[in-house]
């Protein structure tokens, strides 16, 4: 499959949240989201969950799941979190991305995601103070980087272009996705950190993480135990998968629930029940799609009216005027009200 050329389009998309100002509806939030229960039933679908998306790191968790296939095999849950996470830079983050590298005898040279300076705000600004140089470590995708450079160790593949898409490491990805979600691959294009970033529809993003939900952790066979394991480092670790104070921690720590973003308004969540809700926003901006995908969660009995009260409290949905809070992003979908 080439390159894509062009966008991925979502059409026929329904209104999700607006932003408020003083009483005043200031922006409207319009996308598209899937609802799916623990055995596949579609309980809500929004928009054209059907149209194709860019997954972008929402993605992570079933890239990441490939690459056990083929032979990846991590230290500990905290590695697992981190090589499907999309962090923000801290010295924990580097620390663990260090450790996955270390164990199969690589260096940080060897990563090709771009440099960067750290998200965390902390981390940022010591990292200014002492001068020190932006470094592919500490962009946000390093740890999935890791992973790809651990597994092409571990099947003895070749690591100087790992992120090329005809490379066995990415066409490997690319069919399992496909098996996991029971559709095939639209486009393919890259992403923010230079790999390989897969286009397919929402309702095959909601059945590969619906796959990863409701795996048996007693499983015969080692995929599926690592799925088990994998969204149960996520909650135990949500500080790593993100970072202190960022949206998906700040779910998975209120509500836990396990919460992945992905760029461009991507958010994609699953319940202990089993039951997922995948969310595009197509203004690209992530500001609400937490808080609608946890909203679908909560309407369908998946998370307890508390427990989304308590995240929804604690997630940066104020919108500001000087000191005073005059507003704030509101989940608004009028096909569910009523």
């Known amino acids: 499959m080439s390159r894509a050329e062009g966008t991925c389009a979502v059409s026929e998309a329904t209104q999700l949240a607006v932003t408020t100002r003083g009483g005043f509806i200031e922006s409207r939030h319009s996308g598209s989201a899937i609802v799916l229960s623990a055995v596949g039933d579609t309980l809500i679908s929004l928009g054209n969950p059907g149209a194709t998306v860019l997954t972008r790191s929402a993605l992570k968790p079933l890239q990441v799941l490939a690459m056990h296939g083929a032979g990846l095999e991590l230290a500990n849950r905290r590695q697992l979190a981190i090589s499907f ?27 090709l995601c771009p440099a960067a300076l750290p998200l965390d705000s ?16 500490q962009m946000g995708c390093s740890g999935k980087h890791a992973a790809m450079l651990a597994t092409c160790v571990a099947a003895g593949w070749d690591t100087a272009d790992y992120t090329h898409q005809d490379h066995p490491l990415q066409q490997h990805i690319l069919q399992t996705v ?6 095939n691959v639209s486009c393919v294009t890259v992403d923010g950190c230079g790999a390989p970033v897969l286009g397919m529809s929402l309702t095959a993003l909601a059945r590969g993480y619906r796959r990863i939900a409701n795996a ?13 394991l994998m969204f149960e480092a996520g909650r135990a670790y949500p500080h790593l998968i993100e970072g202190s104070g960022a949206q998906d921690t700040i779910v998975m720590q209120n509500s836990g629930v396990f919460a992945k973003y992905g760029a461009e308004g991507i958010s994609a969540m699953a319940a202990d029940d089993g039951t997922i809700a995948i969310v595009k926003v197509l203004d690209g901006s992530p500001r609400a799609s937490r808080a609608v995908a946890l909203s679908l969660l909560t309407y369908v009995g998946s998370v307890s009216k508390r427990e989304f009260m308590r995240t929804l409290k ?12 005059v507003g704030e992003i509101q989940v608004d979908i009028p096909t569910l009200q009523g």
């Open 85 to 111: 996470a999309s962090h923000t830079g801290t010295a924990e983050h580097v620390e663990v991305v260090r450790e996955i590298l270390h164990d199969s005898q690589l260096t940080e040279s060897h990563l």
């Open 122 to 137: 902390e981390a940022r600004i010591r990292a200014i103070k002492h001068d020190e140089s932006a470094s592919p470590i």
């Open 178 to 183: 496909q098996r996991l979600s029971a559709e």
């Open 216 to 228: 048996d952790p007693n499983s015969p066979f080692p995929i599926n135990r690592t799925m088990a």
């Open 314 to 325: 604690a997630l940066p949905l104020a919108i500001t005027g000087g000191l005073d809070r």
